[in-house]
């Protein structure tokens, strides 16, 4: 379950929206609301204060105030950079705050992060230690304030596994609120005969079976599928004819953690998939 979250806030409407998905999330009890600001001149304290930055706060104090009984605290923070990149500063407040799970819309207000996955938040993902939620930008149906806010969350979580350590499947188990049903997949994306395509997936099959009870011994109803193809495009093919609520993927697989991360199957499945996406951290490991 997570209790403190981070939301870097720039104050477009993906942003916003991410903030109003909070409300969908049990057991969040403290969420911190960062902007970053780039200056030439920070603000020291007692001394001199950056209108940039003032600005900023007054526009994050009154964007807090405007939110409806949110259900959980929520504090806000400003940070100053001269130079370099505001991933470093989410990493960095992420640690400071001991924060489990950023939470970040896709895209932001640049016209370079109005690419299908925004530059803070691709570099987000790669560099960053906490698990991070990432929800795409809000359809015409979110105009509709008679509706909650991302409803069913949790109502058909699609977890995708290939089968390394650690198992995402037991860190989902353990991480996420009791969903209402699961679906386990797991894609075959090689195979140099039809013959070993085959046995792959009939072990995968066995492996799905085995990992299932992780949700079906707390009586969470859990399906379990196979495809073979491309993982990214079976990723999020499924999700769309299942009607997955979040997809759950790790940062972390066969080669460890991601060493770019273009070109890797989270990223692409951040990009293409219409629902949020969930990537657990793989947890540190303790030094020998």
Known sequence: MYEKVLVPFDFSPDSKHAVEC?????????????????????????????????????????????????GFTVRTRVGEITGGNISDVVN?????????LTVMGR?????????LLGSVASDVL???TTDLLLIGRPGKEAADKTKPPCPGLFSHVLICTDFSD?????????????????????????????DEVRKLTESAWTKLEKCAGAFSSRHVPVATA???????EEIVAFAGKECATLIVMKSAGKRGFIPSFLGTTTAH????????VLVLKQPAVAPQ
């Open 92 to 100: 960095r407040v992420a640690a400071e705050e001991d924060i489990s």
């Open 126 to 128: 790669r560099y960053g």
């Open 107 to 115: 895209r932001g207000q640049g016209v370079i992060e109005s690419l």
């Open 22 to 70: 909070l409300k969908s999330i049990p057991g969040i009890r403290d969420v911190v609301l960062l902007n970053v600001v780039y200056t030439k001149h920070p603000s020291v304290s007692g001394e001199f204060e950056n209108p940039d930055a003032d600005y900023a706060r007054l526009r994050l104090e009154e964007y807090v105030r405007s939110l409806e009984k949110p």
């Open 166 to 194: 650690p198992d995402v499947v037991a860190l989902a188990g353990g991480r996420l609120p009791r969903p209402r049903r699961v679906s386990l997949l797991h894609v075959v994306s090689h195979g140099e005969s039809e």
């Open 269 to 276: 499945v951040a990009r293409a998939a219409r629902v949020p």
């Open 226 to 232: 196979v495809r073979v193809g491309s993982t990214a």
